[in-house]
């Protein structure tokens, strides 16, 4: 490599024979190295050849300039199009194509936009658009693209799209889903869309035609409704056209949730325990256990626990007892589960209600096959084992029940197969203290029918602690308003010296709502919470605790108005309530109900909702049980609970008091063994007594400043091959 020059030439480039470039430069003008050419300051061009030679324009003789090696160039701009070349061979003449339903001018199409849609409404309609269709044998395609968003934890919500007021069913919806596990502010940018044949039993024939986007729970979330949003910040858009059907009709088949056709039969199974002797002082491992024969793949199981719990042995530990199907515990929805926890040492059998709606076991869909179903004790996570013991001096039970996705029929509507309608809402973990208020623990449906009730059921830990004499109230509100037809729905843990016990155990309440102080509960989104304050005629507001270590849930339930003949398909029951029991009474009835069994092959499940304790006693046991008709329960068992405690290793100085919630749960087929009750009206009663084994009666009261009640239902007898206490 040699140094620039400076030079005034007229330069040829020559590559072979062929003259290049002729350019007239100024300055340090060319270096070259290995066939790449480039012009210096004065224009930098490369050029790139295997050889390149210089000479002089005006005497042709060579040049000898130093040379360096250039960079590679930009590329030169495309050359213009060849002539067009000639015209290949005319093809063979395809096959015969199916037929038109006519001119394409004879379809239509609308699209309807929005370029600020912006509703956050959580339920119901959205938008609409119109169509004015003009054939009979085509069909609508109908297509959404907007943006959608939920904001919530493990929630889902369905958008979907109906024509004139039905969804569509042949072939299949029109719509989309938004499901997330944590809870997320994301605003997703959505498109979906269909064709529609058929909207509910109606062909889509010709004229204007309502086709409007909606918005609701989804299938297999128990029907709650969470936070949505649509149309954010953005042009949304419905675009419907009409379109002629697929060439020869043939459409796949779709797979639903609930399969079309599909019409509710109830299915459970009442496994009973009497006294479960043999695991009463198990510390880990499985006090229970049956064999439940699923029947369909796309239903859900509901299972409860009925029956008495304790620990004891040690202080400042915690034992749990987990519902588990397959060995797995419940992931979809939650672990169904309860927990005791103590700051002391004390032996107190409670009756414990422990229930949960399950879909998916160990990450496994539930399938209609037999499944073993369990229920097993252990420790907490993170407590040592303590002493513990399940079922003693009572019945307990396990009650497995199929239930289909949650539908939405008009419960008014007594022309129309029945089909339970709920909503599931369970809690994890959900621990909350405070002396009033609301416990964070709500749950949400939108009722389908102007004279059906609601049923609320909340199941999980409650505690009342650290006082000397104290009372505190929990209770439903609806809508921000409490029940007032029948009844309020709430219970009450009233406490006498327990400021060193601090006992969290699990508890139920339970009710029937027809109307609020804000009216009859039409139809109509609703939204149920739990909440605490004082108990009547306390004046002082102590610290609660709801949902220690346990899952706590809220299942509501909408109950249409009772079936009155047996040809009816709606269920049969009813509910009876008396506010502020307070009763004393012993071996004899403390509270009735009537009901009028309308079916001859049936069974009752009864259900009685209210406070037990037992007092003045450090050593004692009293049992409460049903009666139907003035006779205990013989068909499978007895329908009990029992309360004993032995309060010696607590070493109190005074006998403590204790009144709690409780539920007393059992299905029942006759008063003699091996025989049915028949139809007819019954008088249905809860009585008092004592253990068996005791020959002393202890004080008892029953129903202590709050509102009891009984929950009676008439039932299908259960299938004994469907129900096997072993495989």
């Not at 509710?264 to 009463?280: D, G, K």
């Not at 979809?332 to 005791?340: A, L, N, P, V």
């Not at 109900?593 to 209210?610: L, P, Q, R």
């Not at 004994?720 to 495989?727: N, R, T, W």
Request: charge should be negative; glycine fraction near 10%; hydrophobic fraction near 35%.
């Amino acid at each position: 490599m040699s140094g620039f020059g400076l030079l005034r030439v007229t330069i040829i480039l020559l590559i072979g024979s062929c003259s290049v470039i002729a350019q007239d430069l100024t300055g340090p003008a060319i270096s070259t190295d290995g066939g790449n050419l480039k012009f210096i300051k004065a224009g930098n061009v490369v050029f790139e050849a295997d050889s390149v030679s210089f000479v002089s324009a005006s005497s042709g003789a060579p040049l000898a300039l130093p040379v360096q090696k250039g960079d590679p160039g930009l590329p030169g701009p495309a050359g213009p199009p060849g002539p067009t070349g000639p015209g290949g061979p005319v093809g063979p003449a395809g096959p015969q194509g199916p037929n038109s339903p006519g001119p394409s001018s004879a379809n239509s199409w609308n699209q309807c936009a929005w370029s600020a849609l912006e509703l956050p409404n959580d339920y119901g309609y959205l938008a609409s658009c119109y169509i004015n269709k003009k054939q009979n044998d085509t069909w609508l395609k109908i297509a959404w693209d907007g943006n959608l968003r939920i904001a919530c934890t493990f929630c889902c919500m369905r958008w979907y799209f109906t024509v004139d007021g039905d969804e569509c069913t042949d072939p299949a919806p029109i719509d989309t889903a938004v499901f997330q596990q944590q809870t997320l502010n994301i605003i997703r940018q959505t498109s979906f869309s269909g064709v529609c044949k058929r909207a509910g039993q109606r062909p889509l024939t010709a004229g204007s035609k309502r086709i409007q986007l909606m918005l609701m729970e989804c299938r297999g979330f128990g029907g709650y409704i969470y936070d949505s949003y649509t149309g954010f910040d953005s042009a949304s858009r419905i675009i419907v056209e009409e379109v002629p059907p697929p060439a020869g009709g043939v459409v796949p088949p779709v797979v639903t949730m609930t399969p079309p056709g599909y019409i509710y039969q109830p299915h459970l199974c009442q496994y009973f325990y009497y006294r479960l002797v043999q695991n009463q002082e198990r510390n880990v491992g499985t006090v229970a256990y049956a064999y439940f024969t699923k029947l369909h793949d796309h239903t859900l199981l509901r299972v409860t626990w009925e029956g008495n719990l304790r620990k004891k042995g040690c202080n400042g530990c915690c034992t749990q007892w987990v519902v588990k199907i397959d060995g797995e515990d419940c992931t979809g929805f939650e672990k169904i589960m309860t927990s005791i926890y103590s700051a002391t040492d004390f032996d107190v059998f409670e009756p414990t209600t422990v229930s949960g709606i399950c879909y998916e076991a160990g990450g496994i869909p539930i399938e209609a096959q037999q499944h073993l179903v369990t229920f097993e004790v252990g420790n907490c996570e993170g407590s040592r084992i303590a002493d513990a013991a399940t079922g003693f001096l009572s019945t307990s039970r396990l009650i497995v029940e199929e239930l289909p996705h949650s539908g939405y029929v008009d419960l008014d509507n007594t022309t129309l197969p029945y089909s339970p309608h709920w909503s599931f809402c369970p809690i994890p973990q959900a621990q909350t203290e405070a002396s009033a208020g609301t416990q964070g623990i709500t749950c949400s449906m939108n009722k389908s029918a102007d004279h059906s009730s609601l049923l609320l059921t909340f199941t999980g830990n409650m505690k009342l602690a650290g006082c000397q004499e104290c009372c505190m109230r929990w209770f439903f509100t609806i809508n921000g308003e409490e029940c007032t037809d029948p009844a309020p729905i709430d219970a009450v843990i009233y406490s006498v010296h327990t400021d060193q016990m601090n006992i969290h155990r699990g508890s139920t309440i339970q009710g029937v709502c027809r109307a609020t102080a804000g009216g009859t509960l039409v139809r109509g989104a609703y939204t149920a919470a739990l909440n605490v304050g004082r108990c009547p005629g306390f004046n002082t507001t102590f610290i609660t605790s709801t949902g220690y270590d346990s899952t706590s849930s809220v299942v509501i339930e909408e109950l249409p108005v009772p079936a009155v003949s047996s040809s009816a398909s709606r269920p049969n029951w009813q509910h009876c309530s008396v506010s502020s029991l307070n009763s004393s009474a012993v071996n004899t009835s403390i509270m009735n109900c009537s009901f009028d069994k309308i079916h001859s092959n049936s069974s009752i499940k009864v259900t009685w909702n209210g406070n037990l304790a037992v007092e003045n006693c450090t050593m004692c046991c009293m049992r409460w049980y049903v009666t139907i008709n003035g006779m205990e329960c013989r068909n499978p068992g007895p329908v009990d609970a029992a309360i004993k405690q032995d309060l010696i290793g607590a070493r109190l100085s005074v006998p403590f008091d204790l009144h709690s919630p409780a539920s007393i749960s059992g299905i029942c087929k006759g008063t003699i063994p091996g025989e049915t009750l028949d139809t007819g009206e019954y008088v249905v009663g809860l009585t008092a007594g004592i253990c068996d084994g005791y020959s002393q009666t202890f004080d008892v009261l029953t129903g202590y400043n709050s509102v009891s009640r009984f929950i009676i239902e008439e039932m299908p007898s259960q299938r004994e091959d469907e129900c096997a206490l072993f495989g």
